[in-house]
Nanobody
Framework: QLQLVESGGGLVQPGGSLRLSCAAS????????IGWFRQAPGKEREGVSC??????FYADSVKGRFTISRDNAKNTVYLQMNSLKPEDTAVYYC?????????????????WGQGTQVTVSS
């Protein structure tokens, strides 16, 4: 059974950092792209970052602050989030798509995790 499990969310002050993890089971990440999406209350789910075997992509709103990486040996993708802002507050989800990233269309992704809450507040 294919499964993605996010962890690492929490409450952090503006300017702080968090590292999210997305652990995959039931399949290996080698041939899959993993995207991070987020959804704030009352807003559409939006793409944040994505990593494939060849490329990484970032939304303009997080470029220079977030870094995505993968550890294939651990079958896990990470999202390091620095210089967090209140507008980063959302539920963060990871999702898988075969081979290629596509941050513009969340419907292209096949499997989703349950989400982890990130709250940036003083």
């Amino acid at each position: 059974q294919l499964q993605l499990v996010e962890s690492g969310g929490g409450l952090v002050q503006p300017g702080g950092s968090l590292r999210l993890s997305c652990a995959a089971s039931g399949f290996t990440l080698d041939y899959w792209a993993i995207g991070w999406f987020r959804q704030a209350p009352g807003k559409e789910r939006e793409g944040v970052s994505c990593i494939s075997s060849e490329n990484t992509f970032y939304a303009d709103s997080v470029k220079g602050r977030f870094t995505i990486s993968r550890d294939n040996a651990k079958n896990t993708v990470y999202l390091q989030m620095n210089s967090l802002k209140p507008e980063d507050t959302a539920v963060y989800y990871c999702a898988s798509r075969f081979r290629l990233c596509n941050l513009r269309n969340k419907y292209d992704y096949d499997y989703w995790g349950q989400g982890t809450q990130v709250t940036v507040s003083s």
